[in-house]
């Protein structure tokens, strides 16, 4: 099925899943008032209005940044249920958060028969979704007729894809045959289709049906197809043009214009402006709400390193961030005054192939070896994060001595703002070594999403609270 095609059942699945979720509340808030319990139970109007508002909402948001309606024909029984409950329960994290925060004291059984009805409504759609999906979209759509142009590998790919999109109502023809192409009368794949040589293609459209002509060739045989192309457009028939042949391995294609031009973009990092701008928007919220609420321990600790050791309480470092932009990290000081002085005889001792790590630092201040094993020296960040220089989530910063010594496929990790933490930093730690630690960074920028952030931000807590892994 084309993106496009996708997109219009994404919406319809999103509308499908906003009616779920305040089914589940009614059902959920009925069910509560015929309890025959002690207390009472009355939520005013206003206050339901403002928490089916914030369910809806929510489950919407983890459920398109987990990308479930995309491909949801496709997923197993079982990554349906487990998704579908990791959805619930982040949206039943997210609602009794609220609830905590207007100081509602909802009943518990109706928070708990909300969560069991919403649990149970969204499993038995999304799987319903994947059962019939196609049988919905062929009736409630023409059968769409299709020729590939192109006989090579790439157009056979291609073919290949529209077999298999056949449940969603595709009629694959046959091809057209380039002339630079070997002459044959029949393709077999799953079936056999017809091959036509591309100048009888008029002839073709006075007496068969055709809505598409999807083009699988290669860059050097476009010039000689304008004239076809030209008549397509006359002919106001749909033509495409496969991309497959362009070696883009991590890069996603999509076509934006810059004024009236058209450009095909290809981008190997997320470029999704809109969730990029949620992502960003939580930041600037939770610096500044985790600013506020340890500014008392960041006096604390500040005290502490002034008490405890010469020199100043902050270290500044310059460190690559977004795209190789330079800022300047801000850390409370762990280390000695003339710990960088000291770095070059120590360089025997790094456990590290690129970044310089020693387990258990001589330089390190007494202090400063409790500030790096419950990560209260990275607090300062949160003002790196509040100016831009940093996200929550994302690899960690390094400095450009170590972005100097990355191989080519590692400096794509800096397409991605850096982070006070990342994914290695729930896998591990500083246990890992320094190759491992690059590819948790390619997999968190391949795989990003507002949930992956969610998940990480929720798993690094405990680590933090133990110092389980720091060195």
Known sequence: ?????????????????????????????????????????????????????????????????????????????????????????????????????????????????????????????????????????????????????????????????????????????????????????????????????????????????????????????????????????????????ALNHFPHVNSEMYVETLGTIPMLTFSATPHDELRLLVKRSIDVILASVALLLTAPLLCLVALAVKLTSRGPIFFKQLRCGLNGRRFMLIKFRSMVENAEALRPA???????????????????????????RFSLDELPQLWNVLRGGMSLVGPRPPIPSEVARYERWQRRRLRMRPGLTCIWAIEGRDQLDFDTMMRKDMQYIDKWSLTLDLYILLRTIPLVLTGKGAN
């Open 346 to 372: 120590l360089e025997h001792l790094n456990e590290k192939s690129t970044v310089f790590k020693i387990r258990n630092d001589p330089r390190l201040t007494p202090i400063g070896r409790y500030l790096r």
């Open 1 to 241: 099925m084309y993106s496009r095609h996708q997109r219009k059942f994404q919406v319809i699945y999103a509308i499908c899943d906003a009616v779920l979720v305040v089914l589940a509340f009614g059902f959920a808030y009925l069910l509560r008032q015929q309890l025959p319990l002690e207390r009472d139970f009355e939520i005013a109007p206003p206050i339901r209005i403002l928490l089916i508002a914030f369910a809806v909402g929510s489950n919407l948001l983890l459920a398109n940044s987990s990308k479930v309606y995309q491909n949801i024909e496709a997923l197993s029984v079982w990554k349906i249920l487990t998704g579908t409950f990791r959805h619930v329960a982040f949206t039943m994290v997210g609602f009794i958060l609220l609830e905590f925060a207007l100081r509602l004291d909802l009943s518990r059984p109706f928070v708990g028969l909300f969560a069991f009805n919403l649990l149970w409504m969204l499993v038995a759609a999304r799987l319903s979704i994947r059962r019939y999906g196609g049988t919905w979209w062929k009736h409630f759509h023409v059968p769409l007729h299709v020729m590939v142009a192109g006989t090579g590998p790439g157009a056979l790919q291609v073919a290949s894809h529209l077999e298999e999109a056949s449940g969603y109502g595709f009629r694959f023809q046959g091809f057209f045959r380039l002339p630079s192409e070997p002459d044959q009368e029949t393709i077999t794949l799953t079936q056999s289709y017809p091959v036509y040589p591309i100048a009888q293609m008029r002839e073709f459209l006075e007496h068969q049906v055709l809505d598409e002509i999807i083009f699988a060739v290669g860059q050097e045989q476009l010039p000689s197809l304008r004239d076809v192309f030209v008549e397509c457009d006359e002919e106001g028939i749909h033509t495409r043009l």
